[in-house]
């Protein structure tokens, strides 16, 4: 169990690392591209080295099965670090922007150089890739970085503590592990940029406190996302789908479906199918789901209470269990729960849920649908199921998230060319890719002159000059 240091050492800690890092950052700003691929390439065979090691964490964390360790933390993270190692010089070249013909006898070019001391707070619920993969990053852009894990899954935390403990210099890369108080102290740093990943309600905390310091942000959070099925979908392939990606990790996804809005045609055949996908992946042999080894826990009795909290309001409110329903505080156990009889004034459908309960919903044309969705707040992302090419433009055209998926679900976080991020309430800032490349760094526009002047727009504004600016105006 890790001790928590008292607040006057733990501040002095901080302070200790963050001065240590900032005095590096300028060395680390100087990097090649060579050297930052060599960090970079540390971490892969580091990762290569320890898998198994890093499957058992989670398991021990919250019961994640290696299978989701390798599907959801591993393949991910790998496929960053092969892009980025990949494009990374190319990445650093200066690149060349055009000039304007007012401003001939100029060039311009625009250059990444790294904004320095950056922090990073990675979430529970995918706590290795949610750490490292943004770290693959800020190194590639050449900053220092500070590390904070989740607390509640001290296991993983640990872990990635000791490989960067093994891997880097401390004024290059640290980890402190703790609870909110550590986060809280380290918020307290004039970093130049954070990268938090986690709630609405804590990244508004984290965006306040990057306020006092004109800190940059970048917020992966989450809410409510919805998939609408409509009357063309493949109901089978669709139900496999959603199934899949609302009880992957229990649910705790920060882009797992939240709930679904089918079109009332369809939904009889769709319900079976999407019950039949849930039996078929947790209970293949008719055995309780609460026996199965390919599906994980509640992360803790907190969240298993809050998510109990939600069904239990759901039900008392005149909701229906449609399917699952059985629970096991004991073991943070929740079936996978389908809900119908769902209405506005149910905590499910006013709060993420961020479990396996879905409630489902039905409507009749997609204008409906539409209006379910644009009365909340934007989400991180939106799910079409759809045959009707018209039916998906209607869609993207009037809706608003942070990435959408057709036909699809949760495969946006694995596409490395694909900005991945919310929109207001659901986050700020991309990642993936160079777009996580350029969020830890400034770009910086250079101008030089090469010949000529801009002498003849110079005071004192005589009649003559004036007739200069009004012609450059006119027709420059």
Known sequence: MTT??????????LQSAFNAQRGHASQMALTTAEQRIDRIRQIQQWVNAHEAEIQQAMYDDFRKPSAEVSLGELMALHAEIKHTIRHLKTWMKPQRLPTPMALIGTRSHLIHEPKGNVLIIAPWNYPFVLCIR???????AGNVAILKPSELTPHTARLIKKMISELFLPEEVVVFEGDAEVSKALLELPFNHIFFTGSPAVGRIVMAAAAKHLASVTLELGGKSPAIIDESADVNQAAGQLAWGKCINNGQTCIAPDYLLVQESVKEPFMQALKASLTTMYSPDGQPVETSASYARIVNKHHFDRIQGLLTDALHKGATVAHGGSVNPDTNFIEPTLLEGITDDMLVMQEEIFGP?????TYINVDDALQVVNKREKPLALYIHSRNRKNIQYILDRSSAGDTVVNDTLLQFGNVELPFGGVNNSGLGKSNGFFSFQEFSNQRGVMQREFGTMKFIYPPYTEKVKKMINLVIKYL
């Open 134 to 140: 943004p770290l693959v990053s800020a190194l590639a």
């Open 357 to 361: 309960v879905l409630p489902v919903l």
């Open 4 to 13: 928590q240091p008292s607040d006057t050492n733990l501040r002095t800690d």
